[in-house]
């Protein structure tokens, strides 16, 4: 069974740090596009960052640019977010999706990732 699994969530002040984890079951994460995307309240859910299995490729959206960093570690199964520099705009629900691809390409396009996991809540303080 296919299962996506976050944490690392949490409240933190502005300025600071949070690690979220993305833990894979079912299949061999370094197989497939991981895609990490985000949803404020009452907004849609967006693309943040996502990281290629074809060459390791990573890709950011701008306003996480310098400040986030998608990582893989092939032997726990596992894809993780740093989150530094935490600004209160970045409080949402954070997820991560797989996708069946080679390269990250569009990463933001929601309906391409077949398996999401169930979320994790990040809210950051001003």
């Known amino acids: 069974q296919v299962q996506l699994v976050e944490s690392g969530g949490g409240l933190v002040q502005t300025g600071g740090s949070l690690r979220l984890s993305c833990a894979a079951s079912g299949f061999t994460l370094d197989r497939y596009v991981i895609g990490w995307f985000r949803q404020a309240p009452g907004k849609g859910r967006a693309g943040v960052s996502c990281?290629?299995?074809?060459?390791?490729?990573?890709s950011y959206v701008d306003s996480v640019k310098g400040r986030f960093t998608i990582s893989r570690d092939n032997a726990k199964n596992t894809v993780y977010l740093q989150m530094n520099s935490l600004k209160p705009e970045d409080t949402a629900v954070y997820y991560c999706?797989?996708?069946?691809?080679?390269?990250?390409?569009?990463?933001?396009?929601?309906?391409?990732?077949?398996?999401w996991g169930q979320g994790t809540q990040v809210t950051v303080s001003s």
């Open positions: 990281i290629s299995n074809k060459d390791g490729s990573t």
């Open positions: 999706a797989m996708r069946a691809t080679d390269l990250c390409g569009a990463y933001y396009i929601l309906n391409e990732y077949r398996y």
